[in-house]
């Protein structure tokens, strides 16, 4: 099992900057992904980025690769989500998950396992 917190949503203007945190606990493995998705209003959730629990290996979809940026503290079990530029499109849910099986970072949720509850992020225009 492995147990998923985020943290650090908020309310923010367009252009301003976040960090979300994902806290994992329970059996983690170097070989695990943990990825950031997203559900907007309306929307169906979507992949923002992940990254390897182990060496440089990061992905992210196109609508934020330029703006955001994935990182980790291993010695914390955190992994962030920087987010520069945000735009009102941004608003949504962000959810973080883990995927404990593919040995490339998947973009599919049907890939990750494990979810956190979300945290909320809202950009006002």
């Known amino acids: 099992q492995v147990q998923l917190v985020e943290t650090g949503g908020g309310l923010v203007q367009t252009g301003d900057s976040l960090r979300l945190s994902c806290a994992a606990s329970g059996r983690t493995f170097s070989w695990f992904t943990i990825g950031w998705f997203r559900r907007a209003p309306g929307k169906e959730r979507e992949f923002v980025a992940a990254?390897?629990?182990?060496?440089?290996?990061?992905r992210y979809a196109d609508s934020v690769k330029d703006r955001f940026s994935i990182s980790r503290d291993n010695a914390k079990n955190t992994v962030y989500l920087q987010m520069n530029g945000l735009k009102p499109e941004d608003t949504a849910v962000y959810y973080c998950?883990?995927?404990?099986?593919?040995?490339?970072?998947?973009?599919?949720?049907?890939?990750?396992?494990?979810w956190g509850q979300g945290t909320q992020v809202t950009v006002s225009s």
């Open positions: 998950a883990a995927d404990t099986e593919y040995a490339g970072i998947s973009a599919s949720l049907r890939s990750y396992a494990y």
């Open positions: 990254i390897k629990l182990s060496g440089p290996n990061t």
